[in-house]
């Protein structure tokens, strides 16, 4: 990533052509607390994005999440919040980990994503949610920051 600011908080795709990524684009220029990001599915027989608004306790929220996976629990990040939804399935219905990205209050779409991460994949995004923390959220002002 050299000198240019985090991006990507969640990278997640397979030799198949299938993936899941959270990029950060930058501050929210009408919220001083949130950064604007989009989530990004890629896969051969479908692709989309949604925008998505991260916030300090998003962004924690993904810690857990991390922590959770790391125990080999299935997680839900984002469920119960407006905007979109992330689903982590270790043992999806075709045998292999999925990712659910769901959008439940804007275009009621669902789409699961199949795909195997690498073995390090869980540090590798704890290394991810550092960077991205300790670049973008000391420019975040502390209205939403818990």
Not at 8 to 15: G, N, Q
Not at 106 to 114: A, E, H, I, K, L
């Amino acid at each position: 990533m050299g000198g240019s600011s985090p991006r990507e908080l969640i990278s997640l795709a397979d030799d198949e052509g299938n993936s899941v990524a959270v990029n950060v684009l930058g501050r929210n220029p009408r919220w001083t607390a949130g950064l604007d990001a989009e989530i990004v599915v890629k896969t051969p027989f479908v692709s989309g994005r949604i925008d998505l608004a991260l916030y300090v306790a998003r962004l924690d929220g993904w810690a857990r999440a991390l922590d959770r996976l790391d125990a080999g629990e299935e997680v839900a990040w984002m469920q119960m919040s407006s905007g979109p939804s992330v689903f982590i399935q270790l043992t999806g219905d075709r045998g292999c980990p999925e990712v659910v990205v769901e959008d439940e209050s804007g275009s009621m779409v669902t789409v699961r994503v199949p795909l195997v991460p690498p073995d390090n994949w869980i540090a590798d995004h704890r290394r991810r949610l550092r960077l991205v923390m300790d670049h973008w959220v000391p420019m975040l002002s502390t209205e939403q920051r818990r």
